[in-house]
């Protein structure tokens, strides 16, 4: 890009811009408020666009912090915690399956073409079946096994989803690996394999490290299959989130609000961190910066 | 034939680099002019300013007596060829050349008949509607070229058009090139780092080095008189000889010689400008390969003795590569007719023609002129 | 070098017992997609195939029996479907929401990336503000909108602050009304990776048929419609298609904002399985009903990509290799 002072007409569109992104923050700001604001202050209309009286009652509330209770009337809201560690257990848990087994096959089908055009296409059509639809027979399948509300129920089943993306993304990231660097190994003698490990993933660590975030985040992020495949034991985030609404007491929003920012935190931290290959993730590897 | 464009002090700056330094020069109308000069000498830099697609730094670009450096390229009277050739590839060729005249909102059935014409000048007829991705580098030349005639501009910037040709097309494309300046009879600026090619279409050639303009004149003042060491070292199909020499006074006569006494030139009809340069004891002698000779004749002087190092066969002449005596890495090259076939390592005796020869200065780089 | 050496080199094969003899004659390349291939099958493959199964029987959990020994009936539920307006409007719906999604997250998209095309004061900082929508997790944007545009939310306020008169509209009790909030929030959730996409796109133009477009004479309108938006078409089709897919899926958002409700105003095709299959139970009947959507999809996308297949077909590196 040419380098000049900026121009009126840059300007213009800077202001443009931060306009834009003042509407599309928003909600994020909403959220925030909503988060510190006190009990009285949740349903107030007019809406109280600055709260005056910041509290962390709603965080204390569902992180379960006693030393000052404040009940909503919600039994079980204060079960933040667990949610949150076996939430990242099984995220963390199928991110190292998927990206074993994506890694792996991802190779293959870069370097050897096994499969031809068929078995990457295969594996990517898995994206397209509504996730409902898998959850069904796999809730017979499950049930037959005793895998309802299982942690590894849920663990095989989020890497088998995100399954498309560490094989896609591996593999755009092996092919940006020259195979000369590969051939001249095989050539002092390493096995196949040996080059596989020693070789060729070291040089892709980025690549390794990019995919497996995007794939927790994917992981941790999930609603559906967590909710509909698990109802009591194993209660990840996102559906402890759902349950902070009761029939009983109404809408928590404060505590939701609470809850959605502490999802929300690592999500943007690691999506930030891999903000430059957001692109190539999301379109399977077509896209690269 | 008037001036048509002017380009004063034109500067350009990349960070901390200096593309273009301060480069002057008057083209005139309908002239022939070559940019030429090593890579990185700022030529096509140069000509993407005059087309509107760089701002310079500073400096003036004046066309017609109009000062066009804040213009848009689209408003520039001028037309650009680039290197790759830029052809719209989701278009046809038909499209590509019809791109000028659709944005000028001119009616189809006008389209039509213009794009007809001026493709059956550059005989595209047949592939009218074909797909550039498909075409063969010749033909997207002249589609290129096509594209640009067609928009009816007053100068012609070409960015190193033959560089993708194989060489037989290369000479082909070369003579039709300069055919159609003379038949537009407008004014070309033809960019490439072929030194044959600049000299052997252009009416004047630039010669640029490191940003800088080194000459601006004829094919024959360059070839004749090179400015400095640069200009005789870049002209000429193959280069020109440099060797270190020392001057000596002998017995009244100004004499040229080296540290290890293999060649003897009497030089003393050059004695007013070496005086006048104040250059000391050492100068560089440029000789060109074409004008060493073989064989003594009345003009030449004194023999050197040179060894073979490497012999050419090219059938119309050789080439052959020697270094003086006690100089082993320092090659050189002369050319001699075809029956002069020294084996290598044999000792052969060379003569350079006084009247042919460049004193540069070492300190400045400049050829001393009479 | 199409195929692999085979896995180990034939070194000391003879004192390795059967299944080492077996493992080498198999070649790597087999060997490493084992893992994946165990995944798909027990997570894509068996579930497809009870699928299939499961719609062409009559068979709910609450039967008490096990799924083979359930009744067939052919295509009945799928006939049934067809007459099902619930279904069909949940249908029709699903492909509502993710036409008008997809487009207009696709025009934000590309209209943000062509003001940020050229530098401008505050570029970086102001790309990473734009694209934090994207970095939420579904849920939590569901949760966030509907805090949004509940009835004494800040969205009717400001409404009422533009127009002058008092508005307090329940949005999402609104049967007519409840699907906006819901677009908005997938829009705003999902219009930075398109963003991403068409920033990318436009950074990968090649520059000199832009600089030529320019010295022929193109305006900037010109320039965008004739040159640029040609050269995008590849990429506007896949991230399209890539976007589509995802979603016709939309679940989360939906249940938290509205569960689906008033009624059946706002379910898709997701929330329709999400009742029928797991609150009544419907197995057999959703399943069919997953199968036409999935054809219907299948149908739409193959049609939208046919024009990009042929290039890809044409470029294949390995018929580059053989020449």
């Not at chain 1, 380098?3 to 009126?8: E, K, N, V």
């Not at chain 2, 600026?189 to 050639?205: F, K, N, P, W």
């Not at chain 2, 000459?215 to 024959?220: E, G, H, L, R």
């Not at chain 3, 699928?51 to 539920?77: C, D, E, H, M, R």
């Amino acid at each position: 890009m040419e380098t000049r002072p900026y121009g009126i007409n840059d300007w213009a569109r800077t202001v443009v811009l931060i306009l834009i992104s003042i509407v599309m923050v928003f909600p994020v700001y909403w959220m925030v408020m909503t988060a510190i604001k006190p009990l009285d202050e949740w349903l107030k209309y007019p809406p109280v666009w600055f709260t005056l009286r910041p509290t962390l009652d709603c965080f204390r509330s569902i992180l379960g912090v006693l030393d000052k209770p404040i009940d909503f009337g919600n039994p079980g809201q204060a079960a933040a915690v667990p949610a949150i560690l076996k939430g990242l257990f099984v995220s963390v848990s199928a991110t190292f399956i998927s990206m074993g087994a994506g890694s792996m096959a991802a190779y293959s089908i870069s370097r050897f073409r096994i499969g031809g055009n068929f078995l990457p296409l295969f594996i990517l059509s898995a994206r397209m079946f509504p996730p409902i639809a898998v959850v069904l027979p796999l809730l017979v399948m499950y049930s037959n096994v005793g895998a309802i509300d299982s942690y590894w129920g849920l663990i095989v089943a989020y890497a088998g989803f995100t399954l498309p993306f560490s094989v896609w993304m591996m593999k755009s990231f092996i092919d940006d690996v020259p195979r000369a660097i590969e051939e001249a190994a095989i050539i002092e003698g390493m096995g196949n394999f040996e080059v596989f490990y020693k070789v060729t993933l070291p040089i892709v660590k980025t690549g390794i490290l990019v995919t497996a975030l995007f794939i927790f985040i994917l992981n941790w992020s999930e609603f559906l299959v967590a909710f509909t495949m698990c109802y009591d034991r194993v209660e990840t985030a996102p559906v402890f989130l759902a349950s902070l609404f009761s029939a009983v007491c109404g809408t928590l929003y404060g505590p939701q609000a609470a809850m959605g920012l502490i999802i929300v935190i690592p999500v943007v931290i690691f999506g930030y961190l891999i903000q430059e290959h957001l692109a190539r993730g999301f379109t399977f590897g077509a896209l690269k910066r | 034939m008037g001036i048509k464009l002017q380009l004063n002090n034109l500067i350009k700056v990349f960070g901390n680099l200096v593309a273009v330094n301060e480069l002057c020069i008057d083209i005139l109308d309908g002239e022939f002019v070559s940019i030429v000069g090593p890579s990185g000498c700022g030529k096509t830099t140069t000509l993407n300013m005059l087309a509107g697609v760089l701002e310079p730094t500073s400096g003036s670009i004046i066309l017609d007596g109009i000062e066009i450096n804040s213009l848009p390229a689209r408003k520039r009277d001028i037309g650009l060829i680039f290197q790759d050739y830029a052809i719209f590839d989701k278009m046809d060729v038909y499209e590509n050349l019809a791109f000028s005249l659709r944005t000028k909102k001119t009616p189809k059935e006008q389209i039509d008949r213009t794009v007809r014409s001026v493709a059956e000048t550059f005989n595209l007829t047949g592939i009218l509607h074909n797909d550039p991705s498909f075409l063969n580098p010749g033909d997207l030349q002249r589609v290129a070229i096509a594209r640009t005639v067609i928009t009816e501009p007053s100068v012609f910037l070409l960015d190193e058009p033959l560089d993708n040709l194989d060489a037989n097309m290369r000479v082909t494309m070369r003579g039709e090139l300069k055919r159609l300046q003379k038949d537009l009879g407008k004014t070309m600026i033809y960019v490439t780092h072929d030194q044959e090619e600049a000299m052997s279409l252009a009416d004047r050639v630039v010669v640029m080095n490191n940003g800088k303009l080194q000459q601006f004149d004829t094919p024959k003042e360059i070839y004749d008189h090179p400015v400095n060491k640069v200009v005789a070292g870049f002209i000429g199909n193959l280069p020109m000889n440099f060797i270190d020499s020392q001057l000596r006074d002998e017995s009244g006569k100004l004499i040229l010689t080296d540290s290890s006494q293999s060649f003897h030139l009497d030089i003393s009809s050059h004695r007013k400008v070496i005086e006048e340069s104040h250059c000391g004891e050492t100068l560089c002698l440029g000789v060109r390969p074409e004008h060493i000779s073989a064989e003594p004749s009345k003009e030449h002087d004194s023999p050197f003795k040179a060894v073979v190092y490497n012999l050419e066969i090219l059938g119309a002449e050789n080439v052959i590569e020697f270094y003086m005596k006690e100089k082993p890495d320092i090659i050189h090259r002369m050319i001699a007719p075809p029956e002069f076939v020294p084996k290598v390592n044999d000792t052969i005796s060379i003569h350079f023609h006084p009247d042919k020869i460049y004193l540069i200065d070492p300190g400045t780089g400049n050829v001393l002129r009479q | 070098m199409a195929e692999g050496i085979p896995g180990e080199t034939t070194r000391s094969t003879e004192n390795h017992g059967i299944l080492r003899r077996t493992a080498s004659m198999i070649p790597l390349s087999v060997w490493l997609i084992v893992p994946v291939e165990i995944i798909l099958i027990f997570l894509l493959i068996a579930p497809s195939l009870i699928s299939i199964w499961l719609s062409l029987v009559s068979w709910q959990p609450t039967f008490g029996i096990g799924i083979l020994a359930a009744k067939f009936i052919w295509f009945k539920n799928y006939i049934e479907l067809f007459t099902d307006s619930r279904f069909l409007w949940a249908f029709f719906r699903t492909f509502y929401i993710t036409a008008t999604c997809v487009f207009l997250e696709f025009l934000i998209g590309l209209g943000l990336a062509l003001l940020v095309e050229k530098t401008l004061p505050l570029r970086k900082l102001l790309i990473l503000i734009l694209i934090l929508p994207m970095m939420f997790p579904p849920l939590v944007t569901g949760n966030s909108f509907f805090m949004l545009f509940v009835s004494e939310g800040p969205i009717n306020r400001i409404i009422t602050l533009v127009l002058g008169i008092p508005f307090k509209f329940d949005w999402l009790s609104s049967p007519t009304y409840a699907i906006y909030p819901i677009m908005i929030g997938e829009i705003w959730q999902w219009y930075p990776l398109m963003f991403l996409i068409m920033v990318s796109g436009l950074r990968g133009l090649p520059p000199n048929q832009l600089h030529a477009a320019d010295v022929l004479g193109a305006s900037r309108w010109d320039l965008f419609w004739r040159i640029k938006l040609p050269l995008l078409k590849p990429i506007i089709l896949i991230a399209i298609v890539i976007r589509a897919m995802e979603v016709i899926k939309l679940f989360d958002l939906i249940y938290i904002m509205t569960r689906g409700g008033p009624g059946t105003a706002t379910e898709n095709i997701n929330l329709y399985m999400y009742k029928i299959g797991l609150k009544d139970y419907r197995f057999s009947y959703v399943s069919a009903g997953a199968w036409l959507v999935l054809i219907a999809s299948v149908i739409i996308f193959v049609y939208l990509l046919k024009p990009l297949l042929h290039k890809v077909g044409e470029s294949d590196p390995r018929t580059e290799e053989a020449k």
